[in-house]
């Protein structure tokens, strides 16, 4: 057991979970298959950096992470991620995105 290696000195389950189920999240970095998804090699890109994601459940990893299950719509993949590997997408960035109504011609 001695071969464990932690992240962090940090016991995130102190506190409640960062994000919340159904909550909309972006990746901050490229995940890799370290074996653990099936059906994929070790080392295939699962998710890019940027890439947008809901999450649909929540776990904990070692008694000192969450882990956010993500459910990434574009390509599929439902990956586990750590707090440092997600940022929340803002309320704001995501009406930035919807069009705006066309306005009428006289």
Do not use: H
């Not at 909550?23 to 074996?35: M, Q």
């Amino acid at each position: 057991m001695s071969s464990i290696v932690r992240d962090s000195d940090v016991v995130e389950l102190g506190g409640p979970p960062v994000f919340n189920f159904g909550e909309k999240v972006r990746a901050n970095r490229t995940i890799r298959n370290d074996g653990t998804y099936r059906g994929k090699e070790i080392g295939d890109i699962l998710v890019k950096k940027g890439d947008v994601g809901y999450v649909i459940s929540i776990g904990t990893f070692l008694q000192q992470f969450y882990i956010y299950g993500v459910e990434f719509l574009e390509s599929g993949y439902r990956v586990g991620m750590k707090r440092k590997e997600l940022a929340p997408v803002d309320a704001c960035e995501e009406t930035d995105d919807l069009p705006l109504p066309e306005e009428a011609v006289s």
